[in-house]
């Protein structure tokens, strides 16, 4: 099976306080193009509505939301009940709850530095794509609209198993702000343009 590392547009990216728990909240986009050159060939891949179904339909299958797609810097899991996801047919939404003490892990506390300060911005999946004998029709080549020479790999059916915080998404237009539940969280900050982190 392929695995695949691209960095798509986050929406919505945002760190939060819940209770005194930090909170970090996104939507992976469907039907977005994420666009790849490689050594002079553009490759343009869009994953489709309900292609980690196979997954989440599987309470058991663990994801893990990992900083910088690197297994040794967890934020949150499935397994452990600190991430949540929520398929529509326009999003993967998540919820990770940064479990108590975790959050002084330095890689926590650059993640939610990074995300806040708007340089972290992408969400790369951690996927696979299964083999055509397995799962017939997984992956498509269809021409991109208005320009046939150009193909585009659509992604129908994938296994997940980690959703990555990156620096650098395949767009321009995501974004990532730093936001509290309460306008009184920040009341008490004096230059709002700073992070204050435990």
Do not use: C
Request: proline share 9%.
């Amino acid at each position: 099976m392929e695995q695949a590392r691209l960095i798509w547009p986050a929406s919505d990216l945002e760190v939060r306080q819940q209770g005194k728990r930090p909170i970090i909240a996104g939507r992976f986009p469907y039907n977005s193009l994420a666009v790849l050159s490689d050594r002079g060939t553009v490759r343009k891949e869009s994953i489709m509505p309900g292609a980690f179904s196979y997954t989440l339909d599987d309470p058991d299958r663990e994801v893990n939301l990992l900083f910088g797609h690197s297994f040794d810097r967890p934020l949150a899991s499935r397994s452990s009940g600190t991430l949540e996801l929520k398929d529509s047919e326009r999003f993967l939404e998540f919820v990770a709850t940064i479990p108590e003490g975790a959050d002084r892990a330095s890689h926590v506390v650059d993640a939610l530095a990074m995300i806040g300060s708007g340089l972290a911005t992408g969400i790369s999946p951690g996927f696979r794509v299964p083999p055509s004998d397995v799962v017939p029709g997984a992956e498509k080549l269809v021409p991109e609209p208005g320009n046939p020479a150009v193909k585009i790999r659509q992604l129908w059916a994938l296994l997940l198993f980690e959703l990555s915080i990156v620096t650098r998404p395949a767009y321009g237009d995501s974004e990532a702000e730093l936001r509290a539940l309460s306008r009184d969280a920040l009341a008490h900050v004096a230059r709002p343009e700073r992070i204050i982190l435990p």
